[in-house]
């Protein structure tokens, strides 16, 4: 009776711990997502995120979070087929400029310009190909 | 005989003179290969890259 009664308690402790983490979680998410809406943080061209204005030092955080985990799954794929993280990087930001910035948001291309999605395409660095 | 030859050639290089005038270029010749390069490495890579990024949402906020 005890035991299983201890056993409740764990199990109990771990459901809250979850509920913690994922919380936490959906938290990061949405002020990445808050930031990228509202153009403060877009995609850049070389495939990492940016800040076109200051950020706050939360944001900051897990914006270089998100970068430094983009950049080991960069390596592990470049490992894999033999080119630099660059390559990989550079590709991806063709990638996430041609398919995942929304209108009104931000992208940074390699002339170091910050730009304001609009409804047409995005002229994408020659490099990118077609 | 000779005479002819040398007039003929002197002829030749009075008309080649007159034709073409070949002038070192002051630059260097650069021939910039850095772009199809890439662009070539970043053909292969594009599958890879599309799934990456749909594979990873977690890094790819909306």
Known sequence: MMLSLKNLVLAGAAVLLVGAADIAYAQSAGTVSTALSSGAVGEQADGYLGFRSTPSGTLRGEVDAINIKRREAYTNLATQRGVTVRDVAVTVGCETLQKRVATGRSYLLPDGVWRTKAEDPIALPAYCGN | ?62
């Open chain 2, 1 to 62: 005989m000779k005479q002819a030859a040398l007039l003929l050639a002197l002829a030749a290089s009075a008309l080649l003179a007159g034709c073409l005038q070949i002038q070192a270029p002051d630059k260097p010749i650069e021939i910039n290969l850095n772009v199809n390069v890439k662009q070539e490495v970043i053909l292969t890579l594009k599958k890879d890259a599309a799934d990456l990024v749909n594979n990873n949402p977690e890094l790819f906020p909306q």
